[in-house]
């Protein structure tokens, strides 16, 4: 019973067969990843017979979905970035409206030169009761001269001067910032010849800058 003979007349499949079977397969695999996976997911019919199933249409579904899906990750990301540049500025202006800080002691010069009738205006950025001292001279006529002050976010019209002069060719003194702002010089020439102002400054500021 248990010594039984395995039949002499089961053959094994040759190699032939197995190389036959398995291009079988490969080439069926092929036939369904065309007329059926490619149009189902991909909406992607070379054949023509993912339509006749109904295949096709459902793969344009899914590619509308995930074009969408897409689409909606894309929105949120710019939504984020306007909020973030939002919170940027919100926090840029809290730093503008709060008290500034009191700058190291540094120095600068500027020249400008001035056409008949030309006007500049040079400003500092100081915070309130900061002090610098300042020498300009005019060279090739006088200037009209006004010096002034603007503070953070100053309401329309709002002047606050520091001191003005006609047809003057040189300036020293101190200048004391009242309140955290922009404090400076405006010139005009006045004379029917050009006329170079240089200003030189060493104090408590943060910034010089050519206005105009």
């Known amino acids: 019973m248990y010594n039984a003979e395995i039949p002499k007349d089961i053959e094994l499949p040759s190699s032939k067969k197995l190389i036959k079977s398995t291009a079988i397969a ?25 339509k006749v199933l109904g295949l096709t249409k459902m793969g344009e579904i899914k590619q509308s979905l995930t074009e969408e899906s897409e689409n909606g990750i894309n929105a949120a990301q710019a939504v984020n970035s306007v909020e973030q540049i ?5 926090t840029q202006t809290a730093t503008d409206n709060a008290q500034m800080i009191m700058p190291a002691i540094n120095k600068e010069s500027i020249s400008i030169e001035l056409k008949p009738g030309q006007a500049t205006e040079v400003k500092l950025t100081m915070p309130q009761s900061a002090s ?25 019209g709002f002047y606050h001067g520091y001191g003005k002069g006609k047809n003057e060719t040189t300036q020293q003194g101190v200048l004391k910032a009242a309140f955290d702002g922009k404090h400076g010089w405006f010139w005009r020439n006045r004379t029917e ?19 105009f």
Do not use: R
Not at 86 to 90: A, G, K, P, R, Y
Not at 193 to 211: A, D, H, I, R, W
């Open 26 to 50: 490969a080439v069926s695999a092929v036939i369904v990843l065309v007329t059926c996976v490619m149009p189902a997911e991909y909406a992607i019919d070379p054949t023509g017979m993912g």
């Open 193 to 211: 010849n050009p006329v170079t102002v240089t200003l030189l400054v060493e104090g408590q500021f943060s910034e010089m800058k050519k206005v």
């Open 86 to 90: 939002s919170v940027e500025t919100s």
């Open 132 to 156: 610098v001292n300042f020498d300009w001279k005019a060279v090739g006529g006088g200037l009209n001269y006004d010096t002034h002050g603007d503070p953070v976010n100053a309401p329309k």
